[in-house]
C-alpha cells in the first residue's frame, strides 16, 4: 500500500498579529483577506488566534458558489491544530451583500461550535460579511 499525506497550506501572520476584541476588528482582517479573492462566490475563511486573541494565522477553507459554500469541521480545524491555535473566528462572505445567516450557515456554526468544545478550541464567533461592508456576528446576534 502507499499512502500519500496531503499538504495543509496555510498563511502564518506576523509574529505580534493585530488583536482582536470584537467583531469589528475580525472584520477589518477579513476585508483585508477577501479582497483578493473573487467576490462573486462565497470563501469560507478561518482566523487562528493565540492565548490573547491575537491571530497567528489564518487559512481560506473553502471557495464555493455564488450561493453556497460547503464546509467541515475536519477542513476547519487542520491549520488551526496546526499552528497550535487557542480559539479560532469563522466567517464566509455573502456575495448577495444580505449579512443575514441562513439555516445552514447556523447549523455549521452549532456544529463546529460543538466540534470546538471537543477538540478544545474555541469558536469565539461567526461571520457574515459583505463586499459593502456590513457584517453579522452570529455570537452577537
Known amino acids: 500500500m502507499k499512502y500519500t ?7 502564518a501572520a506576523e509574529p505580534q498579529g493585530p488583536s482582536i476584541d470584537g467583531p469589528t476588528a475580525a472584520v477589518r482582517i477579513l476585508h483585508e ?13 478561518v482566523l487562528a488566534l ?17 450561493t453556497s459554500c460547503l464546509v467541515h469541521p475536519r ?3 487542520r ?13 464566509h462572505n455573502h456575495p448577495s451583500n444580505d449579512v443575514e445567516p441562513s439555516l445552514e450557515d447556523i447549523g455549521l456554526t452549532r456544529r ?9 478550541i474555541p469558536v469565539v ?17
Open 79 to 91: 491549520g488551526a491544530l496546526a499552528l497550535g491555535a487557542h480559539a479560532i473566528i469563522v466567517a
Open 75 to 77: 477542513e476547519v480545524f
Open 112 to 120: 463546529l461550535i460543538d466540534s470546538g468544545e471537543v477538540l478544545g
Open 5 to 11: 499525506l496531503k499538504t495543509v497550506t496555510f498563511r
Open 125 to 141: 464567533d461567526s461571520i457574515v460579511i459583505t463586499a459593502n461592508g456590513d457584517h453579522r456576528s452570529m455570537v452577537e446576534a
Open 50 to 66: 493565540n492565548c490573547r486573541g491575537r491571530t497567528i494565522g489564518y487559512q481560506v477553507v473553502a471557495t464555493g458558489t455564488a
Open 33 to 45: 483577506l477577501l479582497d483578493g479573492l473573487d467576490q462573486d462566490r462565497e470563501h469560507f475563511i
